[in-house]
């Protein structure tokens, strides 16, 4: 059964990529169950929370470093949206995936 809600995940301010799932939890109301990894997102998605849209704010404002996970991300909400388009149903998402680049100062050293 499809859930006739959207739901907003905010990644603004997100310093690590661990911080992503545990955001996507609270955002959907996941249980402590929840495996924080692409493929249970994939799986409460699909199978345990079908929600009508997805919005992620904030994708745009993270560091380069996030750019494999928002692709996971933005693949699998891809997936959901053409499933529901094969079978008649609704979905959709919105994910600016957009960086900024932040580039961070590290130090290396040569000894």
């Known amino acids: 059964m499809i859930i006739d809600k959207t739901v907003i995940v905010d990644l603004t301010g997100c310093e690590h990529v661990g911080?992503?799932?545990?955001?996507?939890?609270?955002?959907?109301?996941?249980?402590?169950?929840?495996?924080?990894?692409?493929?249970?997102?994939?799986?409460?998605l699909f199978w345990e929370y079908p929600v009508t849209k997805v919005i992620v704010k904030g994708a745009g404002t993270l560091p380069s470093i996030f750019k494999t996970n928002l692709d996971v991300f933005h693949d699998i909400l891809d997936e959901r949206k053409q499933?529901?388009?094969?079978?008649?149903?609704?979905?959709?998402y919105e994910l600016n995936k957009?960086?900024?680049?932040?580039?961070?100062?590290?130090?290396?050293?040569?000894?």
Request: aromatic share 18%.
């Open 19 to 44: 911080k992503i799932h545990p955001r996507i939890k609270e955002a959907f109301g996941f249980p402590d169950g929840y495996g924080h990894n692409w493929d249970a997102f994939r799986d409460f």
């Open 83 to 92: 499933y529901c388009i094969s079978k008649g149903t609704v979905f959709d």
């Open 98 to 111: 957009k960086m900024s680049f932040r580039v961070q100062k590290m130090q290396c050293s040569t000894k």
